[in-house]
C-alpha cells in the first residue's frame, strides 16, 4: 500500500522501518526533517511538508506528540489525501481522540494507538488498538499488519481505543515506577538490589519486565525506548481521564509526583525507567 507517517520520532520511526520491510511504499514527514532523514537510507520518501507526505495515500499514520499537533497537522495535510484512512496512533486520549474527529468528520479517521516501545516498533510487534469504522479498519489492515503481530478492536465509537490505551498504560507505568521505588528503597536499607530480584525470583509478581528495568538501573544507563517525557505526559493524561469518570486517581497522583521530579531533574529524554532518579535513597 501507499502509506504516509507523520511524526517520525522513536515509535514513528520504527513503525516506518516495519511497514517497509513489509513491503509497503512509505513516505514520511517530521517537524524536525533531520529526525526523518535517516529513514530515506531504509527506502522511505522524506517529504518536506505533511501534504507532499500524504498526497496519493491510501493509509496516513499520525504519530505526534499531542492533540494540538494532531490537530495542526491535519489541518496542513487533510485536503491532500481526502479518501485516505487516517491512523490516528498518537497518545492524545479519549477526549483528544474525540477532539480531533469532531474537527475532522470529514476524514476516515481510525483511533489506533498502538502499545510497545522501540524494539517492538522496529520488530513489527506490537499491540494495535482500534475502533472505528469496520469498513476502514479492514481498508487499513495491510498496512496495521505491517508494524504489528496482533490487533485488539475496541468498537466502533472513536476514542474507545484511546481510553483502553490509557488503562494500558496507567499499569505500565505503574510498573516502572514500583521497580524504581523497590530498588532504591533496598539501597536505603543497605541492601544489594539483587537480593530483591533473587527474593522475587519465579515467584507469582516476577515479570521479565521487572529485570529488564532492572538492569538498566543497576547500568545506571538509560537509552530511551519509550521516553521518560513521554510517560509524564500520559501519566498527566491518565490522571486527567480518571478524574473525569470519578474513578479514584490515589495512585495516579504518585505516578505524576514521580514522574514529574524526574523529568523536572533533567532526564526526560532517558528511557522511562529512569523514574527511578525520583526515589534517590538516602
Given at each position: 500500500m501507499h502509506v504516509a507517517v507523520l511524526g517520525t520520532g522513536i515509535m514513528g520511526a520504527g513503525m516506518t522501518r516495519s511497514l517497509l520491510r513489509a513491503g509497503h511504499d512509505i513516505r514520511v514527514w517530521n517537524r524536525t526533517?533531520?529526525?526523518?532523514?535517516?529513514?530515506?537510507?531504509d527506502g522511505a520518501t522524506v517529504a518536506g511538508t505533511p501534504a507532499g507526505a500524504v498526497e496519493g495515500a491510501e493509509v496516513v499514520l499520525v504519530m505526534l506528540w499531542d492533540s494540538p499537533a494532531v490537530l495542526d497537522v491535519l489541518g496542513s495535510a487533510a485536503g491532500a489525501a481526502p479518501d485516505a484512512v487516517w491512523l490516528q496512533g498518537s497518545t492524545i486520549g479519549a477526549d483528544g481522540m474525540r477532539e480531533v474527529a469532531a474537527a475532522r468528520p470529514d476524514l476516515r479517521l481510525v483511533d489506533a494507538p498502538v502499545l510497545g516501545t522501540k524494539g517492538p516498533a522496529e520488530q513489527g510487534t506490537l499491540v494495535a488498538l482500534l475502533s472505528g469504522a469496520p469498513a476502514d479498519v479492514a481498508a487499513a489492515q495491510p498496512a496495521i499488519d505491517g508494524y504489528s503481530a496482533?490487533?485488539?478492536?475496541?468498537?466502533?465509537?472513536?476514542?474507545?481505543?484511546?481510553?483502553?490505551?490509557?488503562?494500558?498504560n496507567a499499569w505500565v507505568a505503574t510498573m516502572n515506577a514500583a521497580v524504581g521505588q523497590s530498588i532504591a528503597l533496598a539501597e536505603g536499607l543497605g541492601l544489594d538490589p539483587a537480593l530483591f530480584l533473587e527474593a522475587t525470583r519465579g515467584g507469582a509478581s516476577d515479570t521479565p519486565y521487572l529485570h529488564m528495568k532492572a538492569e538498566l538501573i543497576a547500568k545506571g544507563e538509560f537509552p530511551p525506548s519509550f521516553?521518560?517525557?513521554?510517560?509524564?505526559?500520559?501519566?498527566?493524561?491518565?490522571r486527567a481521564a480518571a478524574r473525569g469518570v470519578s474513578v479514584a486517581d490515589d495512585v495516579l497522583a504518585g505516578l505524576v509526583a514521580a514522574y514529574g521530579r524526574a523529568?523536572?531533574?533533567?532526564?526526560?529524554?532517558?528511557?522511562?525507567a529512569a523514574v527511578y532518579r525520583a526515589f534517590p535513597p538516602g
Amino acid at each position: 500500500m501507499h502509506v504516509a507517517v507523520l511524526g517520525t520520532g522513536i515509535m514513528g520511526a520504527g513503525m516506518t522501518r516495519s511497514l517497509l520491510r513489509a513491503g509497503h511504499d512509505i513516505r514520511v514527514w517530521n517537524r524536525t526533517a533531520a529526525r526523518a532523514q535517516p529513514l530515506a537510507d531504509d527506502g522511505a520518501t522524506v517529504a518536506g511538508t505533511p501534504a507532499g507526505a500524504v498526497e496519493g495515500a491510501e493509509v496516513v499514520l499520525v504519530m505526534l506528540w499531542d492533540s494540538p499537533a494532531v490537530l495542526d497537522v491535519l489541518g496542513s495535510a487533510a485536503g491532500a489525501a481526502p479518501d485516505a484512512v487516517w491512523l490516528q496512533g498518537s497518545t492524545i486520549g479519549a477526549d483528544g481522540m474525540r477532539e480531533v474527529a469532531a474537527a475532522r468528520p470529514d476524514l476516515r479517521l481510525v483511533d489506533a494507538p498502538v502499545l510497545g516501545t522501540k524494539g517492538p516498533a522496529e520488530q513489527g510487534t506490537l499491540v494495535a488498538l482500534l475502533s472505528g469504522a469496520p469498513a476502514d479498519v479492514a481498508a487499513a489492515q495491510p498496512a496495521i499488519d505491517g508494524y504489528s503481530a496482533r490487533s485488539v478492536y475496541a468498537g466502533e465509537r472513536l476514542g474507545a481505543a484511546s481510553a483502553l490505551k490509557l488503562a494500558c498504560n496507567a499499569w505500565v507505568a505503574t510498573m516502572n515506577a514500583a521497580v524504581g521505588q523497590s530498588i532504591a528503597l533496598a539501597e536505603g536499607l543497605g541492601l544489594d538490589p539483587a537480593l530483591f530480584l533473587e527474593a522475587t525470583r519465579g515467584g507469582a509478581s516476577d515479570t521479565p519486565y521487572l529485570h529488564m528495568k532492572a538492569e538498566l538501573i543497576a547500568k545506571g544507563e538509560f537509552p530511551p525506548s519509550f521516553t521518560l517525557a513521554g510517560a509524564f505526559k500520559d501519566v498527566e493524561l491518565i490522571r486527567a481521564a480518571a478524574r473525569g469518570v470519578s474513578v479514584a486517581d490515589d495512585v495516579l497522583a504518585g505516578l505524576v509526583a514521580a514522574y514529574g521530579r524526574a523529568v523536572a531533574a533533567g532526564h526526560g529524554e532517558e528511557d522511562m525507567a529512569a523514574v527511578y532518579r525520583a526515589f534517590p535513597p538516602g
